[in-house]
Structures are given as C-alpha cells and as structure tokens.
C-alpha cells in the first residue's frame, strides 16, 4: 500500500499502536478536511483527502481480527471509496458517512455536535 506523503511514515505496525478511538479519529479528521475541499469546489482537493481516508480505513481493517468490526469498517470503506469516485452532488452523503464513521465509537460520537 502506497501512503500519501502525510501517511508516508506510518506503517501498519505504527498504526496497531493507537486504540480503535483514536484511529477512528484519525480516520474523521481526514473526512473534516474533505467537508473543507467539497464546501470550496475542491474537487481534486477531495479526492486526495479521500484518497487518505481509503489508506487510513485499509490500515484500521488490517490491524483489526474482530469479524463484525472488520465486516462494518469495509461496508464503510465501500460507502468512502463511491464518494471519491463521485463527481456531483456529495456533500449530503460526505455527512452522512462522516456522522456513521463517527458513531463507530462512542468516544468518536460525542464530536457529531462539533463536526456535522
């Protein structure tokens, strides 16, 4: 797996160090910088975020044995991979996958308030 430049140092290994609340996090705050490149008209700008969010959730689903987990963060995954090949109109599912990654723990859910 090829990590964009700011990933560019975190191996799986590194990843495995932080807590599934942390990475999930990790994971939001990438889709944040998204919201910011889909409200500018950013189209390249988003697709490289999401670009990010896909190395990001392959790492967490590598580093995760736990099958319903593993089974949820790939449904979300595929949900994250149609909005990068989505062109028109993706604000509105933008949130919608942002609000779902972020009750993936609870520790994530008390930042919908802040972030949607």
Known sequence: MTLPAQHSGLSKERWATFDLNRQILMIANEMNRCT?????????????CYERVLNLADLTIAVHGRRPLRRELLRWRDVAALLYLQEDDRAEN?????????????????QIPHLL
């Open 36 to 48: 910011a490149r889909i409200r500018a008209g950013d189209d390249e700008g988003a697709r490289r």
């Open 94 to 110: 933008h949130r919608r996958a942002l609000e779902v990654l972020l009750r993936f723990t609870p520790e994530a859910s008390r």
